[in-house]
């Protein structure tokens, strides 16, 4: 079997069969390049020997040319001399070398036809060994995201008990817990323990924001009528006792949350409205 033969017959072979059937394919379809390319190394050596013999044998019937052309000259010169005898020892040696340069001509044409199609082999060879790579990097790349959707899936299947995702909630309410356990400590380290100058300052600063909200409630009161703008004595009055009923709203509305103060005024608009 030839070597072309031999590669024609690894071509023919089915590459997903042997790659279902193999352990590593990339590392088997790796070495079907390399004897691919061993086997391209040993056709081109096999075609270089062909293309010698081809020029070999155009230098012989070149020559024996030559030698019958040079015969007939001296034939021609032996006539001119008168010396026939002589001329037709020449001939006969022109006629045996233009006979045998005939032959060689001929099996240099038929050899010339033979190795073109060896080369021609050997273009296509080496078309079908670059596209032998381009189909291992696709096979490569499909038998990796194999690998990886078949890894995925078992990560799944394992992820789809409940006893992994229990584990991660009992963790997230461990985590929380351990949180405000710390913000606790640190709220009564701050209340009972902590600098009481701070603290008196940050009763101070709740007094005095308090104190605004009062006069911005008596300047919304006189911009809608409701209390004279003359009226400072009664104003400083309505203002204590409406600091005092403030603060008690102040200290419920700071239990409620903002949808339900919302929702408070909401109605309170609703009455207004009717």
Do not use: C, Y
Not at 74 to 100: F, N, Y
């Amino acid at each position: 079997m030839g070597i072309f033969d031999r590669i024609s017959q690894l071509f023919r072979s089915n590459l997903n069969d042997l790659i279902s059937r193999a352990e590593d394919p990339e590392k088997m379809l790796n070495q079907i390049l390399v004897d691919m390319r061993s086997q391209l190394v040993q056709a081109k050596q096999q075609v270089a020997s062909a293309i010698a013999d081809e020029r070999r044998l155009r230098d012989q019937a070149d020559r024996e040319f030559h030698e019958a052309e040079t015969w007939e000259r001296r034939a021609m010169v032996a006539i001119q001399e008168g010396k026939d005898e002589l001329a037709k020892q020449a001939l006969v040696r022109q006629s045996e070398h233009a006979a045998h340069a005939a032959q060689l001509q001929a099996t240099w044409e038929a050899h010339q036809v033979e190795t073109e199609k060896l080369k021609n082999q050997l273009r296509d060879l080496n078309d079908k060994i670059e596209e032998a790579k381009r189909k291992k990097n696709l096979l490569v790349a499909r038998q990796r995201r194999a690998e990886a959707q078949k890894r995925i899936a078992e990560t799944m299947s394992s992820l789809s008990e409940q006893s992994a995702f229990e584990a991660f909630s009992r963790m997230e309410e461990r985590i929380d817990q351990n949180e405000r356990m710390i913000r606790a400590s640190a709220d009564i380290d701050e209340e009972f323990s902590g600098d009481t100058l701070r603290r008196d300052f940050k009763q101070l600063e709740k007094s005095v924001a308090s104190a605004s909200v009062e006069s911005r409630l008596l300047e919304l009161k006189q911009k809608m009528g409701v209390l004279p703008a003359g009226s400072a004595a009664g104003g400083n009055q309505l203002g204590a006792g409406g600091q005092r009923q403030l603060g008690t709203g102040q200290r419920q509305g700071g239990a409620q949350s903002e949808d339900a103060l919302a929702a408070e005024f909401e109605e309170l608009e609703d009455k207004h409205r009717g």
